[in-house]
Every structure is written in structure tokens, then in C-alpha cells.
T-cell receptor
């Protein structure tokens, strides 16, 4: 079983619409959670950290459900520039430098 | 400020040959990481340096892989001899020290070195 599982998509989203997707993680000892964004053939970049209480950064909202071990990302008012692969990333408390990546969820925003 | 730079951007070698990848982290970042993504799979951790010391090398696949960070600045990852399954994109990343005991999670990645083993 993979440490971090994501729906690969693609999620085809009309511009201006809302899209949401989840990931699940297997290690209940995981302490830190993140969403990274990766554009085609580019490096991953941190989009946002995910906190237990949920957090928002502009049009992006992240939620964490520790009981069910899943993390979600919601994008409101999608822009064409939001087209990318979104990577769910988890780290453990005792190995903070070792990140576990999901394979990514592809989002395609169409005009 | 310069980001994480990696060299070469793409390397094509034959099975059995040796390749050395180089990473220059962001200046002042003590933490340096190597990750790789093989075709169709997720990005996987290889190892983590704190300055010149290997903090965690649990992700190194076998002894054909050797990572060094002499002087705690740039790092090299050597694959010798290369096998077909080593093909993929090798990412280097760097980060600040942990602040206040919290993992900020922000690793700054280089654009990767794409390795093709024929």
C-alpha cells in the first residue's frame, strides 16, 4: 500500500468553477501535511501547509481529517493558471526532512 | 536570490556507465535533500544532509548510489554502475533549519536532473 494515495485525475474544470480533491495517508504518526504544486516538467513548489483546523490562502482551502487520515484541497474560482499537478505531501514527526509524496492529482482548467 | 540549481539537466548514458549529478542549494541552507521520480511513480526520498553530515539515507536504493556533500555546500549524487531502472528525474531540494521545532515543510526544489539509462 502506498504511503500517500491520490486520485490521479485529470479533473477537467471550467474556468471560474470550484474543484476539490482529497488524498489519504497511511501513517497515523504523520504530523505535517502539505500541498505542493508541480507544473509540467518543472519542480514541485509548496502551495500551502495544512493545519488541523483547516486553513485558507486566497482561493485555496485545505482541510485535514486526522481521524480518517485524509487531506483535501479546494480551489475556488479556478483560473487557467491553476492547471497543474497537485501533490499531497506528508512528513512524520520523527523524520521531518523525509517527505512522502503522493503521485499527484492533475487539474486542467479550461476556458 | 539564486534558487536550487542542478546539473546536468538531462543525461543519457548506457547501462553500466557512471553518472554524477550535482546540486547547489540555496545559499545558507544547511539542509539538502535528494529525491527522485521514476516513470509513472511518485517522488521518493533518497537522503537528507544537514551540512556535510548524512542525517537520513534510508531512501537510497542500493550501494550503487553514493551521495556526498563535502564542506556542507554543494552535493553530488553518483550512480555507478547505472542500471535501466535508475532512469528518472532526480530532484535536489534545500531548506532552512527547523524553526522553533516546527517543520515548515517548505523545501525549495531544483528543476531536476533527468537521467536516461539505455
Amino acid at each position: 500500500r502506498k504511503e500517500v494515495e491520490q486520485d490521479p485525475g485529470p479533473f477537467n474544470v471550467p474556468e471560474g468553477a470550484t474543484v476539490a480533491f482529497n488524498c489519504t495517508y497511511s501513517n497515523s504518526a504523520s504530523q505535517s501535511f502539505f500541498w505542493y504544486r508541480q507544473d509540467c516538467r518543472k519542480e514541485p513548489k509548496l502551495l500551502m501547509s495544512v493545519y488541523s483546523s483547516g486553513n485558507e490562502d486566497g482561493r485555496f482551502t485545505a482541510q485535514l481529517n486526522r481521524a480518517s487520515q485524509y487531506i483535501s484541497l479546494l480551489i475556488r474560482d479556478s483560473k487557467l493558471s491553476d492547471s497543474a499537478t497537485y501533490l499531497c505531501v506528508v512528513s512524520s514527526a520523527d523524520s521531518w526532512g523525509k517527505l512522502q509524496f503522493g503521485a499527484g492529482t492533475q487539474v486542467v482548467v479550461t476556458p | 536570490e539564486a534558487g536550487v540549481t542542478q546539473f546536468p539537466s538531462h543525461s543519457v548514458i548506457e547501462k553500466g556507465q557512471t553518472v554524477t549529478l550535482r546540486c547547489d542549494p540555496i545559499s545558507g541552507h544547511d539542509n539538502l535533500y535528494w529525491y527522485r521520480r521514476v516513470m509513472g511513480k511518485e517522488i521518493k526520498f533518497l537522503l537528507h544532509f544537514v551540512k556535510e553530515s548524512k542525517q537520513d539515507e534510508s531512501g537510497m536504493p542500493n550501494n550503487r548510489f553514493l551521495a556526498e556533500r563535502t564542506g556542507g555546500t554543494y552535493s553530488t549524487l553518483k550512480v555507478q554502475p547505472a542500471e535501466l531502472e535508475d532512469s528518472g528525474v532526480y530532484f535536489c531540494a534545500s531548506s532552512h533549519n527547523k524553526l522553533g521545532g516546527l517543520n515548515t515543510g517548505e523545501l525549495f526544489f531544483g528543476e531536476g536532473s533527468r537521467l536516461t539509462v539505455l
